[in-house]
């Protein structure tokens, strides 16, 4: 089983829709993230979260929010999607200070039509 | 955050060394660079890290000047499974210790 498992892969949803984005991960790290990446840019922080009560905005967390419901579950939603928001998302996770380095997961593509 | 600069693409020869360069002339003293790259659309991939002495493993070795405001990443024998975007970041040294992606480096290796 992969380190960081994101469901689903791939999703596409109408305008004005709720969708959430799932992410689990078995590293036993306390340490998650949501990242979005857009066509031939790097990759933007959207929400992370160090533990379970503890959760903080990125760069672009307008019209996201999150929740994480255990050390190895992170879920980002999208309360009424847009089209702009059509993204490849990432989840990650890592263990305190500098010397873990990140693990991501594959991806999630979505598509707001 | 220091922030760096690298360059937006380049070529390397099957079997030959790949040398990226990343400058981050702002670096703070306790601060590490840090290398990941992508292959196409997967999850970035953590490659390698490190201080201020040079750095080797199994994927590649970091090479990082003696005042810290450049480094460079080899990949000794590229391979055409090497095509990827190369990201040189460096870690942030509050607590948040997000990492923080440019638009790194996209290396084609060619046979």
């Known amino acids: 089983d992969a380190d960081v498992t994101q469901t689903p892969r791939n999703r596409i949803t109408k305008t004005g829709k709720r969708i959430m984005l799932e992410c689990s991960q078995t590293?036993?790290?306390?340490?998650m993230y949501w990242y979005r990446q857009d066509p031939g840019l790097g990759l933007r922080l959207i929400y992370y979260s160090f533990d379970v009560k503890d959760i903080n905005k990125g760069e672009i967390s307008d019209g996201y929010s999150v929740s994480r419901q255990a050390q190895a579950k992170f879920s980002l939603s999208l309360e009424s999607a847009i089209p702009n928001q059509t993204a490849l998302y990432f989840c990650?996770?890592?263990?305190?200070?500098?010397?873990?380095?990140?693990?991501f997961g594959s991806g999630t593509r979505l598509t707001v039509v | 955050d220091a922030k760096t600069t690298q360059p937006p693409s380049m070529d390397c020869a099957e079997g030959r060394a790949a040398n990226l360069p990343c400058n981050h002339s702002?670096?703070?003293?306790?601060?590490?660079v840090y290398w990941y790259r992508q292959i196409h659309s997967q999850g970035p991939q953590y490659i390698i890290h490190?201080?201020?002495n040079n750095e080797t493993n199994e994927m590649a070795s970091l090479i990082i000047t003696e005042d810290r405001k450049s480094s460079t990443l080899i990949l000794p024998h590229a391979t055409l499974r090497d095509t990827a975007v190369y990201y040189c970041i460096v870690r942030t040294q509050s607590n948040t210790g997000k990492l923080i992606f440019g638009q790194g480096t996209t290396l084609q290796v060619k046979p």
């Open positions: 990650a996770t890592s263990g305190p200070g500098q010397l873990v380095g990140y693990t």
């Open positions: 702002t670096i703070s003293g306790n601060e590490y």
């Open positions: 490190g201080l201020k």
């Open positions: 590293k036993g790290h306390d340490r």
